[in-house]
C-alpha cells in the first residue's frame, strides 16, 4: 500500500530529527550506529522508501536550489533499486545477501534524505564528516 505525500513528510521529518538528535548527542554519525540501522533502516519497508524517495525527487524538482548531483544519484539509484527489486522483496534496501547488497543504497539515502531536510528548513548541522570536501569556491581560488 503506497503512503501518502503528507505521511513520507512525516517520516521525513521524524526520521531527519532522530538523526540530527544523533549528531547533536553524539557528533558524527558513523555508519555502524545501531540505533540508526536498529531504529530506522531495518524498519522500513518497500513503501515507506518510495514516499520518501518519490517526495525528495519531487522536492528537488520544484526546487533547484536544494540539493547537489550527487544526492540526485542517490535518489535516483535506490528508486531504480526498488523498480527493479521490490516484487521479490518487501525490504529491498535492507538486502544483504550472495548476489546483492542495498544496504549502502540505504544508508546514502537515509543521509541524502536528512541532509536534504536540514537544507530545506535552513538548519546548519553537519555531520562533520572530514572526508567530505567542505571547502568553497573563494576558499580554494582566492586564498
Request: charged letters at 20%; a neutral charge.
Given at each position: 500500500?503506497?503512503?501518502?505525500?503528507?505521511?513520507?513528510?512525516?517520516?521525513?521529518?521524524?526520521?531527519?530529527?532522530?538523526?540530527?538528535?544523533?549528531?547533536?548527542?553524539?557528533?558524527?554519525?558513523?555508519?555502524?550506529?545501531?540505533?540508526?540501522?536498529?531504529?530506522?533502516?531495518?524498519?522500513?519497508?518497500?513503501?515507506?522508501?518510495?514516499?520518501i524517495?518519490?517526495?525528495?525527487?519531487?522536492?528537488?524538482?520544484?526546487?533547484?536550489?536544494?540539493?547537489?548531483?550527487?544526492?540526485?544519484?542517490?535518489?535516483?539509484?535506490?528508486?531504480?533499486?526498488?523498480?527493479?527489486?521490490?516484487?521479490?522483496?518487501?525490504?529491498?534496501?535492507d538486502?544483504?545477501?550472495?548476489?546483492?547488497?542495498?544496504?549502502?543504497?540505504?544508508?546514502?539515502?537515509?543521509?541524502?534524505?536528512?541532509?536534504?531536510?536540514c537544507?530545506?528548513?535552513?538548519?546548519?548541522?553537519?555531520?562533520?564528516d572530514?572526508?567530505?570536501?567542505?571547502?568553497?569556491?573563494?576558499?580554494?581560488f582566492?586564498?
Open positions: 500500500m503506497k503512503i501518502s505525500t503528507p505521511q513520507s513528510i512525516e517520516l521525513i521529518h521524524r526520521i531527519s530529527e532522530h538523526l540530527n538528535q544523533i549528531i547533536k548527542d553524539s557528533g558524527q554519525i558513523q555508519i555502524n550506529n545501531k540505533l540508526i540501522w536498529n531504529a530506522v533502516l531495518h524498519q522500513l519497508e518497500n513503501e515507506h522508501w518510495r514516499g524517495l518519490e517526495t525528495r525527487d519531487l522536492l528537488c524538482e520544484q526546487n533547484p536550489l536544494i540539493g547537489t548531483f550527487a544526492h540526485r544519484a542517490a535518489i535516483t539509484s535506490a528508486l531504480a533499486t526498488l523498480d527493479k527489486y521490490e516484487t521479490y522483496y518487501d525490504k529491498v534496501l538486502i544483504r545477501n550472495a548476489k546483492m547488497n542495498n544496504k549502502p543504497v540505504a544508508w546514502k539515502c537515509t543521509m541524502t534524505m536528512r541532509e536534504l531536510y537544507e530545506a528548513c535552513g538548519i546548519d548541522l553537519p555531520n562533520a572530514s572526508s567530505r570536501v567542505t571547502s568553497t569556491f573563494g576558499e580554494l582566492d586564498g
